[in-house]
């Protein structure tokens, strides 16, 4: 229970960008229709600096969004109090199954089928493009 309030803390805020998907089920079905992976986000950015720092300056960019179009199915777990407590269940075995350290940020790439590919949370101010180039290089291993 302690678990579930931390995290309905932490993640409150709603999903922001329309091409980010709450449901990671949702988000798993559609990569299989698509083949693509899916990029699994974690993120606290009233809390976090770090997390605020990489929405406005990477994920919130033109180039992210136009890459990430071609290349992933956006995932974000929503615990937003408009969210039905089933969801807010559904996303707590979902940070505790990708992201149990409770690290923010951290960027999971899933393939198609749930498997981690690899994950990242470091960010120290790339630029959209430079960001890119880590998803890459993980997605590539």
Not at 42 to 63: I, R, T
């Amino acid at each position: 229970m302690k678990k579930l309030v931390i995290a309905m803390i932490l993640m409150g805020n709603p999903v922001v960008y329309s091409q980010w998907k709450s449901d990671l089920n949702s988000a798993l079905r559609q990569a299989q229709m698509q083949d693509k992976n899916v990029l699994l986000y974690f993120s606290v950015p009233d809390a976090c600096a770090v997390c605020e720092s990489l929405d406005k300056n990477v994920l919130q960019s033109e180039e992210f969004k136009a890459y990430a179009r071609q290349n992933y199915i956006l995932a974000k777990p929503d615990f937003h109090e408009s969210v039905s407590i089933e969801t807010k269940t559904d996303n707590l075995l979902i940070v505790e199954k990708y992201n149990k350290d409770g690290f923010f940020p951290l960027v999971v790439i899933l393939d198609k089928n749930s498997n981690v590919i690899g994950k990242t949370g470091i960010y120290n101010n790339e630029t959209p493009q430079e960001y890119i180039k880590l998803l890459q290089s993980i997605a590539k291993k």
